[in-house]
């Protein structure tokens, strides 16, 4: 691991992607918020936001400038520095996250490069995703600690209690998953459905599992307790002004926006959709391999981002749909139910698997690709 | 691809991963030794066991022995369970006293 | 088709995570040191209190809470650390066949044995 | 095996136990489970030499337990000790008592935990084994929750023990850096041939080794990494640190014993044999010097604990006797447990009635209790080391060991300490026969009849170790 | 098997009394004491061959892994050991019938459990039932003088234990040497007193190895200057705990140098043979010093014991053929008369209320049979011709002189000093003024007269017919200095 290999990413393709990847998280992070009150208009059938520019659409922007210009405020007895860390914590760990999200298959340029739709690609990529989602509840801690507020205080708790009970199950969930595709990097349970069923089929309940745990995970409605304004004012984040604030929020919908990847990716194909081998084949004939592969893949992402809308709806749908937990009922939720019912799924699983599954893993991509890896193929 | 791991971690020189845990395992041992809040002391040992925990790893992928990653595995689930009986060790005495420093903790004599 | 999943899996793989850490890392301190340097500053006594809905703050903000959330947490640690035991599991479930899933159902009977009786005892019981 | 996985699932059964309306029937089938798993014991052996040979076959990663005949004897004594000492934990047995389950189960655990110790064949059960015992410590010390020096207790035995097992563990992952195994044959092995073998490996293994040493040390409170051992026994409940002192100090040095001969044994002897002497020096005179200055019967039994660990650090300083050492840690820590209990069993129930721990809350206890004097008196004198109790015989083999080594000038150093030592063991005698109770505890102490059955048991064995030691000669012939 | 026997029956009698409550305790535990008497007569009468054999051998495994077996026997010293013991607990038992002790069954039990002690300890023919019974015995006098003493008895009977404990260890360290040296050449190891005996060691081993077992014999003896313990517990604990100390016990001291330490190190003797036989008489002299300037009774008698048994030291340490045999014939003697002594000084003190011989006077109208029996036992510790002192202390100081003429007219003067503090008490307490008490004290009562005759047939027996005793330890102790001198 020297320097030269560092200076080679940085100019390399892949740093496009992956600056691409973090501009598309905090854009639809941003527009989310639009998003957010024009479901919410549309469900209540009343009108949302509609003056900043064609439909409203440029009220993200005015809402960013608001934030900025906001008087940036400490509160007394505060630990500065903590109040200060606890939103850039929340911030920095929700941007990590979508690095390891395959967005597309790869793409072929000219000169014979493969740019791979995906920040990055580790063996281990759903566990980085646990680990970088589970480092955020410090945000929400940190700072509700930090400044000197009950109601804040409270929240924090709240979320921290609440993220801890969730995860549990989630990462069950998960596993159950893990037996069917045998393998942890995103990307190839991405590919195991390109030429399978989506995981949704054999993981019906282990989806309800962690779509439920998805929305505790992110603090959304009806999980919403470590911030409802009925009972904490404001949660965790009482007391914070300014963009701050704003990091907060965004964290938020960058982790809505995470999550809905990972569902999308682990559940849901991630980048397939029906018929691409079909299309694959057809443009083949037509226009060549690396035409076809290429469009094949812009189409992937296509469909992946549409996938990523619905569950990002669905977010917001819920949310304006359903009323909030009672704290108790929550922790009730999720320890007796969720948390058997996970381990249900992965006895059930593992019995289907053992007695009706083949021995081998659903598809083994490693065997399937060309042992060189990809760049040699492609510099054919 | 299991077989590839080891692979990765031997490109870094064996004797980094062990004077990173040595100097991690120090670290620890010096809080302990110097930190009077038990919370922190109990984090120290905590820093102890990770750096155990890495020396393990590491030597158990220059071996290409999986013993050295299981006994990791052992450590954390053994390191968890102190950490509830630790943490409520230390609730319990916080209940009592209001505070966690050591040195308050005088009604036995060293 | 071509594949994009890599055989072989390098340190260099990792690279990127420090960009893109470099990258959220620049984005947060931009918006700190921006909104610092553009809000206005007006401070007050009163503003500065904490906010307890208008009414004068009472006492220390940071109060022991209920020992139910601590509770929860070290079960969590608990949990977790078992849930550990299941990655690698899952993951070779397959090799492992019959023998790794009996043991496991082993393991996970005394985890639900465990689990079980906090149940019984009252962690839940948000009410006492 | 079978006694281990009896344990468990008894000890879990028991923690649901503990939801019945009505908390009498923990303690009666607490019993009865540890005399099910002694009885059980006698028969949960392989020793058989094709089981020897499947282990020295297949060794690796299966087979990290082995209940060879050493396993037994020694689960023998845990489990007796355990047995003997429960009974007087009765005055905990009370409906409106919301832990009690768990106090067993706990019980139950850390004999689990002591039982893979003594059983071992691969370091990842010793350390497992280490730490069940030690968890469930840590919480029994602790478990008078209102009392400040039993949490403090909990708190320093807690940040003592876990940093013990950092030292341990990291002398573990050393050995396995420089000798590539876990299996303690493989482990012992490889220690033998690596000074040859590979120069460059050996400095790991030498401070492994000394990590290792230093990690079991604290665990087995040798000094100079004894100075929790005071003020944890001191806070912890009196049962508790009668558990600590006898089931956990007997699991310790068993286990490090065999850790030393298997793993340690052979050409590195004289590289880690100083550093255990020294330890063994410093044990000694800190145990009987610390014990004289004590008013606290409870301390002075601290105290004398840490003596005791002292003379059984002879046998293992004495290793190269083989079976001589063994036989005398066998012997020896069956009489200190045997006598230790007696002492704490009395101890507690004087606790109880007169709310004192100290040596004038013993006085008088001959004309209230001329059994439960007895009893402590015999248990003194064995502890002492004087003809007629086991404690003689244990010491004479610990002796024998080590003179057998050669180690005349730590015999006398051992023997001028356990002069001492008779000197703070009279004191308990004194007080109990030759002074009168303390104004408002002329009343006698309740003893119950299963206490008084259990301390004639505990007399009747240590005397008749005393007069008979030949009884359990040969016991543990096979290793 | 008799030995066995010997040894269990008190056991067992002291056991029986743990259900026996009140005066009954102490007639059965009388009883048995005259059944050991009789059983210990039926030995004597049993030995018909060599004296200088063991008889009525016991030998069996009792730690085969060590090679150490529990060998028990009897030759003819331990026959008239065990026999003085057997003879001296029955009076002693009787002695004490005056006194109520609190809890009689546990206090009778404790003799008859120190007798079984003592027993063993002189019929012990391995080095680790020896040390076994060496303890056992100080256990039961631990607990009577402590339990039942006098107002100073938890500070004085802790000296006395740690001093003896002390000394023992460093015994038993000494027989944990030789027990390895046993196994040196090869043999399989043991702790037996033939292969003691059999040991071939450096005269530099020998010479430590005398200093740690001589140090617990010492101790026990007492040898000056390791006697400080002595007077003060002889005056604090009760009158059958001071006569078995100084009846019996002190004898343990003596026989084990006899048995354990002379045969065995030889040349650790003869190194070391000056500076004991210096500090022997010393302790003569200072005994007698000390003695003359007492005014407790108990303490005359305690430091008059002293001063006797610096001269049995002095005597056994010449190592003379005579000096053993009058050692022998003097421990006896000693045992019949101190005994006495004690019990008389504890008969008067029964009745006056006081040991201070200048609060007593004028006894002797009141009390005839006392005065003679008195007088009796007195003129026998002073040696007077016919007398059993007489011989004992003839026997010695010829084997003193034989060691060195200085020495021995020094040591003579154990009997001039005897005679002027011992008579002096006598015409103090006895004779002299007329106290409060002269008129109103009783004389001997039945049960005091049989502890009392007894003894005084004992006191003329040795005195006049010797040759009752020295016949059975003669053989004995010509095997013993045939080993001194190998």
Redesign the interface.
């Known amino acids: 691991?020297d320097l030269s290999?560092?200076t080679s990413?940085?100019i390399s393709w892949?740093?496009l992607v992956?600056?691409a990847v973090?501009g598309i998280t905090?854009l639809i992070a941003t527009y989310s918020t639009y998003a957010e009150r024009v479901v919410a208009a549309f469900l209540q059938d009343r009108v949302g936001p509609d003056r900043a520019g064609p439909y409203g659409l440029l009220q993200p922007l005015a809402d960013a400038v608001k934030?900025?210009?906001?008087?940036?405020?400490?509160?007394?007895?505060?630990n500065r520095a903590l109040f200060?860390f606890g939103p850039?914590l929340a911030?920095?760990t929700a941007?990590?996250a979508s690095?390891v999200i395959?967005f597309g298959?790869?793409l072929?340029l000219n000169n014979g490069d493969?740019v791979?739709?995906?920040?990055?690609?580790?063996?281990i990529g759903m566990?980085?995703v646990f680990g970088v989602v589970s480092l955020g509840v410090y945000g929400l801690m940190i700072g509700g600690?930090a400044?000197?507020?009950?109601?804040?205080?409270?929240g924090a708790?709240?979320a921290?209690?609440q993220a801890?009970?969730y995860?549990?199950a989630m990462?069950?969930a998960l596993?159950?998953l893990?037996?069917v595709t045998?393998?942890?990097?995103l990307?190839?349970i991405a590919?195991q459905q390109?030429d399978g069923l989506w995981n949704i089929v054999y993981q019906p309940l282990g989806f309800i599992i962690f779509i439920v745990c998805a929305f505790a995970e992110t603090n959304r409605t009806p999980f919403d307790l470590p911030e409802c304004e009925t009972e904490l004012?404001g949660g965790y984040h009482?007391?914070y002004s300014?963009?701050?604030m704003?990091?907060y929020l965004f964290a938020e919908y960058i982790n809505v926006f995470v999550a809905s990847a990972v569902m999308s990716t682990l559940y849901f194909g991630g980048f397939s959709f029906p018929g691409e081998?079909l299309l694959?084949n057809s443009l083949t004939s037509s226009q060549g391999e690396l035409f076809a592969?290429n469009v094949?893949t812009i189409l992937g992402t296509v469909v992946l981002f549409a996938k990523i809308f619905f569950f990002i709806f669905f977010f917001m749908w819920v949310r304006w749909t359903l009323p909030r937990f009672r704290?108790?009922q929550l922790?009730?939720l999720g320890?007796?139910m969720l948390?058997?019912l996970a381990?249900l799924n992965?006895?059930l699983t593992?019995?289907f698997?053992?007695f009706f599954?083949s021995?081998?893993?659903k598809l083994d991509?490693?065997k399937?690709?060309a042992?060189?890896?990809?760049r040699t193929?492609?510099r054919r | 691809m299991e077989q590839t791991i080891p692979e990765v971690i031997r490109t870094v020189p064996l004797q980094h991963y062990v004077f990173f845990a040595a100097a991690l395992f120090s670290i620890g041992v010096l809080g302990v030794l110097t930190r009077r809040n038990a919370i922190i002391i109990f984090m120290c040992v905590e820093l102890m066991l990770n750096a155990v925990n890495v020396l393990l790893a590491a030597f158990s992928a220059y071996r290409a022995d999986p013993n050295g990653q299981v006994f990791v595995f052992f450590i954390m689930a053994v390191a968890a369970a102190e950490v509830a009986v630790g943490l409520g060790i230390i609730v319990m005495i916080y209940r009592n006293i209001q505070n966690t420093d050591v040195n308050l903790l005088d009604r036995l004599k060293w | 088709m071509l594949l994009a999943t890599p055989v072989a899996y390098q340190p260099a793989d990792y690279l990127p995570i420090l960009i893109q850490f470099g990258l959220a890392l620049a984005f947060v301190a931009f918006s700190m040191v921006v909104s610092h340097l553009v809000g206005p500053k007006r401070n007050s006594k009163v503003k500065d209190a904490s906010f307890e809905c208008g009414i004068e703050s009472v006492g220390n903000a940071r109060t022991p809470i209920s020992v139910k959330y601590f509770l929860t947490a070290i079960l969590f640690v608990l949990f977790d650390v078992e849930v550990i035991f299941m990655y690698p599991w899952a993951v070779n479930f397959r090799e492992l066949g019959m023998f790794g899933f009996v043991e496991m159902l082993m393991f996970m009977g005394l985890l639900l044995a465990g689990f079980y009786y906090i149940i019984k005892k009252g962690i839940l019981k948000w009410q006492n | 095996m079978l006694s281990i996985i009896l344990l468990s699932v008894s000890g879990l059964a028991n923690l649901f136990l503990g939801f019945l309306r009505s908390n009498r029937l923990i303690l009666p089938l607490v019993l009865l489970v540890l005399a099910a798993v002694l009885a059980i014991n006698i028969f949960d052996v392989d020793n058989s030499s094709a089981a020897l040979a499947e282990w020295a076959r297949t060794g690796y990663l299966r087979n990290m337990l082995f209940f060879d005949q050493y396993a037994r004897v020694f689960t023998g004594v845990i489990v007796l000790t355990a047995l003997l000492l429960l009974p007087f934990s009765q005055h905990y047995v009370q409906d409106d008592n919301p832990n009690l389950a768990e106090f067993y189960s706990l019980m139950l655990f850390s004999l689990v935990g002591a039982i893979m110790m003594v059983s071992y064949t691969n370091i990842l059960i010793l350390f497992l084994g280490i730490e069940t015992l030690s968890i469930a410590m840590y919480v029994l010390a602790g478990s008078d929750k209102s009392n400040l020096r039993s949490n403090e207790a909990a708190l320093k035995y807690f940040l003592m023990g876990s940093f013990a097992t950092g030292i341990l563990l990291f002398g573990v992952a050393l050995l396995y850096g420089a000798t590539g195994t876990f299996d303690l044959m493989q482990m012992g092995a490889a220690i033998r041939a690596l000074p040859t073998a590979d120069a460059t490996l050996a400095p790991m293994m030498y401070v492994g080794i000394l990590l290792m040493l230093i990690g079991i040390g604290f665990k087995i409170s040798a000094a100079p990494f004894h100075f929790w051992t005071p003020d944890v026994y001191e806070g912890a409940p009196t049962i508790f640190t009668g558990f600590m002192s006898t089931v956990v100090k007997t699991a310790g040095v068993a286990g490090f014993f065999k850790l030393l001969v298997v793993a340690f044994g052979g050409d590195t002897i004289p590289f880690w044999l100083p550093t255990l002497t020294t330890m063994l020096v410093l044990t000694l005179l800190i145990g009987n010097v610390g014990a004289v200055a004590q008013t606290s019967v409870k301390r002075m039994l601290a105290y004398s604990s840490i003596s005791h660990a002292g003379y059984l650090l002879l046998a293992l300083v004495a290793l190269r006797s083989g079976m001589l050492s063994a036989n005398a840690i066998f012997f020896y820590s069956l009489a200190y447990s045997l006598a230790t209990v007696a002492a704490f069993g009395v101890l507690q129930l004087v606790q109880n009635q007169r709310q004192r721990e100290d040596y004038e809350g013993l006085n008088g206890l001959a004309r209230t209790n001329p059994l439960l004097a007895l009893a402590m008196t015999i248990s003194m004198l064995s502890l002492a080391g004087i003809p007629l109790t086991a404690g003689f015989f244990g010491k004479f083999q610990l002796f024998n060991a080590a003179a057998q080594e050669g180690y005349i000038g730590l015999i006398v150093f051992a023997v001028v300490m356990s002069a001492i030592g008779i000197y703070y063991y009279l004191r308990p005698i004194i007080a109990m026969y030759m002074r009168p109770a303390v104004e408002g505890a002329e009343a006698p102490v309740p003893v119950t009849g299963l206490q008084s059955v259990v301390l004639v048991v505990l007399m009747g064995l240590t005397v008749l170790l005393g007069v008979l030691p030949g009884l359990l000669d040969g016991v543990l012939n096979v290793q | 098997m008799l030995t066995a026997l010997l040894l269990i029956w008190p056991v067992a009698a002291a056991l029986l009394l743990h259900f026996v409550r009140g005066s009954a305790a102490r007639a059965l535990a009388f009883g048995a004491s005259l059944v050991e008497l009789v059983l210990a007569l039926y030995a004597a009468f049993q030995f018909q061959t060599d004296y200088s054999l063991p008889h009525f051998e016991l030998d069996y495994a009792w730690l085969a892994s060590a090679g150490i077996h529990f060998h028990i026997g009897m030759d003819g010293l331990s026959l008239l050991l065990v026999l003085l013991t057997a003879f001296l607990v029955p009076l002693i038992l009787l002695a004490s019938f005056r006194h109520d002790y609190e809890n009689p069954s546990v206090f009778y039990a404790l003799v008859l459990f120190m007798q079984s002690g003592l027993i063993g300890v002189f019929v012990a023919l391995d080095a680790f039932v020896f040390y076994f019974f060496w303890e056992v015995a100080l256990i039961p006098i631990y607990f009577l003088a402590g339990v039942w003493g006098g107002e100073r008895r938890v500070q004085v009977t802790l000296k006395f234990f740690i001093y003896t404990v002390v000394g023992s260890l460093l015994m038993l360290a000494g027989f944990v040497y030789l027990y390895y040296m046993t196994g040196a050449s090869g043999a399989a190891r043991s702790s037996d007193l033939a292969a003691f005996y059999n040991l071939q060691l450096s005269a530099q081993e020998q010479s430590w190895l005398f200093l740690l077992i001589f140090a617990a014999f010492a101790i026990k003896m007492p040898l000056f200057p390791l006697h400080s313990w002595q007077p003060d517990t002889y005056e604090q604990a009760p009158a059958p705990a001071t006569m078995l100390l100084s009846g019996i016990m002190l004898k343990m001291g003596i026989y084990g140098t006899l048995r354990w330490l002379l045969p065995v190190v030889p040349l650790g003797v003869s190194r070391w043979v000056a500076p004991v036989m210096v500090l022997a008489v010393v302790g003569i002299i200072y005994g007698a010093l000390i003695a003359i300037r007492q005014r407790d009774m108990k303490r005359l008698i305690a430091f008059s014991s002293l001063s006797h048994v610096g001269l049995m030291i002095a005597g056994m340490f010449s190592l003379t053929a005579v000096g053993l045999q009058g050692t022998v014939i003097q421990m006896l003697a000693h045992g019949v008369n101190v005994v006495g002594m004690f019990f008389i000084a504890d008969i008067i003190e029964r009745r006056t209320g006081t040991r201070q011989i200048p609060e007593l006077g004028g006894l002797t109208r009141a009390t005839p049979l006392l005065s003679v029996t008195f007088l009796v036992i007195l003129l026998g510790t002073v040696a007077l011709p016919l007398t059993n002192g007489f011989v004992g202390e003839f026997l010695l100081l010829m084997g003193v002189y034989q060691f060195n003429p200085w020495l021995g007219a020094v040591a003579g003067l154990t009997i001039v000093f005897g005679a002027v503090y011992l008579l002096r008490m006598f015409q103090r307490v006895m004779l002299g003024p007329d106290s409060s008490f002269s008129a109103v004290i009783r004389d001997l009562t039945g049960a005091e007269l049989a502890v009392l005759v007894p003894l005084v047939v004992m006191v003329f027996w040795i005195g006049l017919f010797p040759g009752t005793f020295m016949h059975i330890s003669e053989p004995a102790v010509n095997k013993l200095l045939v080993l001194i001198n190998r």
């Open positions: 691991m290999a560092l990413l940085v892949q740093s992956i600056l973090f905090l934030l900025f210009t906001k008087e940036e405020f400490f509160p007394a007895g505060s200060v850039c911030m920095t941007l990590m690095a395959p298959n790869t072929l493969v791979r739709l995906q920040a990055i690609e580790v063996n566990l980085y600690w400044s000197n507020n009950k109601f804040s205080l409270l708790i709240r921290a209690a801890v009970s995860e549990l990462g069950m596993i159950a893990l037996m045998g393998t942890l990097s990307q190839k590919l390109y004012v009482t007391e300014s963009m701050k704003g990091l081998h694959y592969h094949v704290y108790d922790m009730r320890w007796t948390f058997p381990i992965i006895i593992g019995a698997i053992l599954g021995k081998a893993p991509v490693s399937e690709a042992p060189t890896e990809i193929v492609a």
